[in-house]
């Protein structure tokens, strides 16, 4: 048995976990999905940054009571990347997730401006825009699209402080998988091949930036295997 922590991206919630928790769980392992970050929720004036991610995903590493592996999907890349030295953590699992140098933010690494599926705020936050299907193609194009548009209506809004701040980037003390997602329309695969490339171990699946709604039992048996 293997203890997961799993941490859902930007703009939306661990809802979104809910397949692939269910089938690891089914397996026999233990799950943890954090449900919610504190940068991304719909009250503009509550959102958190950074260091308010990371502390609540150290909590949940920290109680689990045993070393845990730490998947993080997307923005929470920036969070796996802050906990790289965490002596609870027994493997990172970045899918499809930033994974920055030292001094990097989540907007550097965009080359310094949002997507153009991303609109800024005049109250300090970003949101995908009204245009569904545009986001859809970019998100989860390989997912049914009456199930894709009910999801992409819960998205909300992140707050800029979550993708402005620097990372720390602490040198790692344990071993990493990257999941490169090979028709990933958010986060370039190229992009992604690069960051893999620093990975003791990598796994690719043929989806979109969602595979836990696209392919969950492909997901879940990659994230099966690793300990």
Same mark, same amino acid.
């Given at each position: 048995?293997?203890?997961?922590? =799993?941490?859902?991206?930007?703009?939306?919630?661990?809802?979104?976990?809910?397949?692939?928790?269910? =089938?690891?769980?089914? #397996?026999?392992? &233990? *799950?943890d999905v954090v449900e &919610?970050?504190?940068? %991304?929720?719909?009250?503009?004036?509550?959102?958190?940054?950074? #260091?308010?991610?990371? %502390?609540?995903?150290?909590?949940?590493?920290? +109680?689990?009571?045993?070393? *845990?592996?730490?998947?993080?999907?997307?923005?929470?890349?920036?969070?796996? @990347?802050?906990?790289?030295?965490?002596?609870? *953590?027994?493997?990172?699992?970045?899918l499809a997730a930033a994974?920055?140098?030292?001094?990097?933010?989540?907007?550097? =690494?965009?080359?310094?401006?949002?997507? +153009?599926?991303?609109? %800024?705020?005049?109250?300090? @936050? #970003? !949101?995908?825009?009204?245009? =569904?299907?545009?986001?859809?193609?970019?998100?989860?194009?390989?997912?049914?699209?009456? !199930? /894709?548009?009910?999801?992409?209506?819960?998205? $909300?809004?992140?707050? /800029?402080?979550?993708? +402005?701040?620097?990372?720390?980037?602490?040198?790692?003390?344990?071993?990493? @998988?990257?999941? *490169?997602?090979?028709?990933?329309?958010?986060?370039?695969?190229? $992009?992604?091949? &690069?960051? %893999?490339?620093?990975?003791?171990?990598?796994? !690719?699946? #043929?989806? +979109?930036?969602?595979?836990m709604a696209s392919m969950?039992?492909?997901?879940?048996?990659?994230?099966? !295997?690793?300990?």
């Open positions: 048995m293997t203890s997961y922590v =799993l941490v859902h991206g930007g703009f939306v919630g661990g809802w979104y976990w809910d397949d692939v928790a269910g =089938l690891l769980e089914k #397996a026999g392992h &233990q *799950v &919610q970050l504190p940068s %991304a929720g719909r009250d503009p004036a509550a959102l958190g940054g950074l #260091a308010e991610d990371v %502390a609540v995903v150290r909590r949940h590493v920290e +109680s689990a009571g045993e070393p *845990v592996v730490l998947v993080g999907h997307s923005y929470a890349g920036m969070l796996l @990347t802050e906990l790289a030295d965490h002596p609870d *953590v027994a493997h990172s699992v970045y994974w920055p140098a030292r001094g990097q933010s989540m907007v550097d =690494l965009f080359g310094g401006e949002l997507p +153009s599926w991303l609109v %800024a705020e005049p109250d300090g @936050t #970003a !949101r995908a825009v009204d245009d =569904l299907e545009l986001v859809r193609q970019t998100l989860c194009a390989d997912v049914e699209k009456d !199930r /894709a548009e009910a999801e992409l209506r819960r998205m $909300v809004s992140q707050s /800029a402080a979550s993708v +402005s701040t620097p990372s720390a980037a602490p040198d790692r003390t344990h071993p990493v @998988t990257y999941i *490169v997602c090979e028709n990933d329309q958010a986060l370039p695969p190229p $992009v992604q091949e &690069q960051w %893999a490339a620093a990975a003791d171990h990598v796994e !690719r699946l #043929a989806s +979109s930036h969602q595979p969950p039992d492909e997901l879940a048996a990659v994230l099966g !295997r690793i300990r």
